[in-house]
């Protein structure tokens, strides 16, 4: 299917590895030029050759924490953007009775301000164009809290209150704005969950893999590839009529009938 983006630019934060990679593949193979963050300087430049040499697109890669003030504008400054992919490291695990008001704020920063200070920064210029897509990547935490993520839980819920409200805001001006929640995927994120996990109950990887596979009605982990071919969808003309939603990527495992 031609998702009718060609030529179309991108932010992609994140996306040296994992979620955000697969959505800098799905949009480059779709003809998006892009700009991809990541902090490790030498990953990111290794993923943007890869991705040119691949897909023939431009690429730039902007390292450092997207979660900071100086990176978002030296990522801005490459702009404008059609698309817009927000995404960034998740909190860490933990206790409810565990964390301090500064791990709120930090996780606030990375899950919730840091996205929205990115929307508020490239929407006027989507709406002045009369075109736009964002989608920025949460978790499956929002729609069946995972108890050991509660900092995840807590700040994701607050950004997609605010996509919730802005998304309405914006849709009469050809931007459209929704969430992709990931389940489980095969990424160093949900290795190093496993290995958490691997430690404290004194289980080989594999056990913990299959045990934690075992949970989800497809049997499996998701794939970075299959997660950012849905990105490029929502980023694609074919989907400028959906406004606002949440789509869960989880194989399956939230037991929910809506
Ligand atoms: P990942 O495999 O660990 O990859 C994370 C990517 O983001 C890497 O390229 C990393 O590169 C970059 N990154 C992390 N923090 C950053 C920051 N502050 N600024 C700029 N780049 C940053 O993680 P993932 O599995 O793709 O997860 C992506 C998001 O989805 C996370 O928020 C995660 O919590 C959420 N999620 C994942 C799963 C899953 O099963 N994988 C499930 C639910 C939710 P550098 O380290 O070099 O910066």
Redo the contacts with the bound molecule.
């Keep these: 299917m031609d998702l009718g983006i060609r030529g179309k630019r991108a932010l992609v934060?994140?996306?040296?590895?994992?979620?955000?990679?697969g959505c800098a593949e799905a949009l480059a193979e779709a003809g998006v030029d892009l700009v991809m963050?990541?902090?490790?300087a030498e990953?990111?430049e290794s993923a943007a050759a890869e991705i040119r040499a691949r897909h023939g697109v431009k690429v730039t890669a902007v390292a450092?924490?997207?979660?900071t003030e100086v990176?978002r504008a030296a990522v801005l400054a490459e702009g404008p953007f059609d698309i817009l992919v927000t995404?960034?490291?998740?909190?860490p695990p933990g206790m409810w009775s565990d964390w301090s008001r500064d791990d709120f704020i930090k996780a606030f920063d990375?899950?919730m301000l840091t996205p929205i200070a990115l929307m508020q920064a490239v929407l006027p210029g989507m709406i002045a164009k009369g075109w736009g897509r964002v989608v920025n990547?949460?978790?499956?935490?929002v729609k069946a809290p995972i108890g050991v993520l509660g900092l995840?839980n807590t700040a994701r819920a607050g950004l997609t209150g605010f996509v919730a409200g802005t998304s309405r805001q914006v849709a009469g001006k050809g931007v459209t704005i929704n969430n992709l929640l990931?389940?489980?995927?095969?990424?160093?994120?949900?290795i190093?969950?496993d290995g958490a996990v691997m430690k404290a109950r004194g289980m080989s990887m594999e056990e913990v893999i299959a045990e934690r596979a075992a949970t989800i009605p497809a049997g499996r982990?998701?794939t970075?590839s299959e997660f950012g071919a849905t990105c490029a969808f929502l980023c694609s003309q074919h989907a400028g009529f959906m406004v606002g939603q949440n789509v869960l990527l989880d194989g399956g495992a939230s037991n929910t009938t809506l």
């Design positions: 934060c994140a996306s040296s590895k994992g979620l955000g990679r963050n990541a902090r490790g990953a990111l450092g924490d997207i979660t990176v995404n960034a490291g998740g909190p990375g899950n990547i949460t978790s499956v935490s995840s990931p389940g489980i995927h095969a990424t160093d994120r949900a190093a969950l982990y998701g970075a």
